[in-house]
C-alpha cells in the first residue's frame, strides 16, 4: 500500500483520489497493487540467487554452477555452509589449499584434516624400440630432471657384435665390447653391465650411466658389421663375405621421472567409498578448483 498511497498522494486535489468510490482511486489502486506484486517477484527472484537467503530448489540451483549437490536428507543450513567453502575455494584460484579444501568440503571433512598432496610426483616410464643399427629416434626424461634409465637389450637376430647406443645431440655413448648371440639379454643398470644376469661390466665401453635429458635428443643405435660384405655381380672369390641379414635388437628403457605441471592426491579409500563418491566425481572437482594444464593424479590408500 505504500507505493499505491505514494501514487495517490501526487495527484491533483480535483482528481478527488481521496474518495475512494471514485473511479481514477480504483484504476489507481489497481494499477499500484499490480505494482506491488512485480516488486515482491523482483525481490523473491533476487534472493533465490543470494545463497543466505534461497532455500529448497533454488538453493541446488546455486549449487550447481560450483558442481555441488545436496546429499541425502541434507538440511538447507548444512548444505549452505558447504556451498560458501566452495565458494572461498574457488575464488582461490587453483592454489594447494584451495584444492585440499575443495576435496574436504566434496568428502564432508574437517578442516584441518589432514589430505598428502603431493606435488611433482615420481612416475616409472617404460619404453620400447625394436631396431637395427644406424636406426635413430627422440628422447626425453619427460620430467622435471635428467634420469638415469635401466636399459635392457635383447638380440632378436642371429648375431650382434659390440652394440652401442649413441646420443646424438650429447655425444655421449654407452656400449658392449663383445658378440652377442640370439635371445641374449644384456642390461645397463647402476653403471655395471650383466650379460644374461653375469655381471661383465669389464666390457663396458663408453660413460657407466647413460642420461636421459630433459631437452629432447636424437638417439642412434648401433653395431659393428663384417667389413666386406659381397655386392650382386662385384663378388671376388674367395674374399668378399655373403650378404647376411643385419640382426634386429628390442631395446627396452625403464626409468623415473617428476611429471612437471603435475599433482597426486592421496586420499583415505574408506571415507570416499563410505561418502559414495566414485573417482570421476572427485576428478570433476578437482578440475574444477586447479589451475589450466596441470595434471591431477588421484589414489585411493587403504582397504583391498
Known amino acids: 500500500m505504500k507505493r499505491v498511497n505514494r501514487i495517490l498522494k501526487r495527484m491533483p486535489d480535483h482528481y478527488k483520489t481521496w474518495d475512494k468510490t471514485s ?27 543470494w545463497v543466505d537467503m534461497a532455500f529448497g530448489e533454488d538453493l541446488d540451483k546455486l549449487a550447481s554452477i560450483f558442481m555441488l549437490k545436496r546429499r541425502p536428507g541434507e538440511a538447507d543450513s548444512t548444505f549452505r555452509r558447504r556451498i560458501k567453502r566452495a565458494i572461498l575455494d574457488y575464488k582461490g584460484g587453483g592454489t594447494v589449499s584451495t584444492i585440499l579444501s575443495a576435496v574436504r568440503t566434496l568428502l564432508d571433512l574437517p578442516e584441518d584434516y589432514p589430505i598428502k598432496l ?17 636406426d ?6 619427460k620430467g622435471i630432471e635428467d634420469s638415469i634409465p635401466k636399459i635392457e637389450l635383447k638380440v632378436l637376430g642371429p648375431r650382434v657384435v659390440n652394440p652401442t647406443i649413441l646420443n646424438l645431440t650429447t655425444g655421449e655413448s654407452i656400449g658392449f665390447k663383445g658378440v652377442l648371440k640370439e635371445n641374449d639379454i644384456l642390461e645397463f643398470s647402476d653403471g655395471k653391465v650383466y650379460l644374461n644376469d653375469l655381471d661383465v661390466t669389464d666390457k663396458l665401453v663408453g660413460c657407466r650411466d ?26 671376388l672369390f674367395n674374399k668378399s663375405v655373403f650378404a647376411i641379414g643385419i640382426s634386429k635388437v628390442k631395446l627396452t ?8 605441471a603435475a599433482f597426486k592426491l592421496c586420499l583415505p579409500k574408506e571415507i570416499v567409498e563410505r561418502r559414495g563418491l566414485s573417482l570421476d566425481e ?14 591431477a593424479i588421484i589414489e585411493l590408500e587403504g582397504g583391498e
Request: proline share 2%; charged share 30%; glycine share 4%.
Open 118 to 134: 603431493e606435488e611433482n610426483p615420481v612416475h616409472v616410464f617404460k619404453e620400447e624400440f625394436e631396431v637395427r643399427t644406424g
Open 253 to 260: 628403457f625403464t626409468w623415473e621421472a617428476k611429471l612437471p
Open 210 to 235: 647413460f642420461v636421459l635429458y630433459r631437452k629432447k635428443c636424437e638417439i642412434r643405435y648401433y653395431e659393428e658389421l663384417e667389413k666386406e660384405i659381397a655386392v650382386f655381380d662385384q663378388a
Open 282 to 295: 572427485i576428478y570433476e572437482i578437482v578440475n574444477f578448483v586447479k589451475a589450466a594444464g596441470v595434471r
Open 136 to 141: 635413430s629416434w627422440v628422447m626425453s626424461s
Open 23 to 49: 473511479v481514477i482511486y480504483n484504476f489507481l489502486l489497481a494499477f499500484g497493487w499490480r505494482l506491488e506484486e512485480a516488486q515482491i517477484d523482483l525481490f523473491r527472484i533476487m534472493r533465490s540467487h
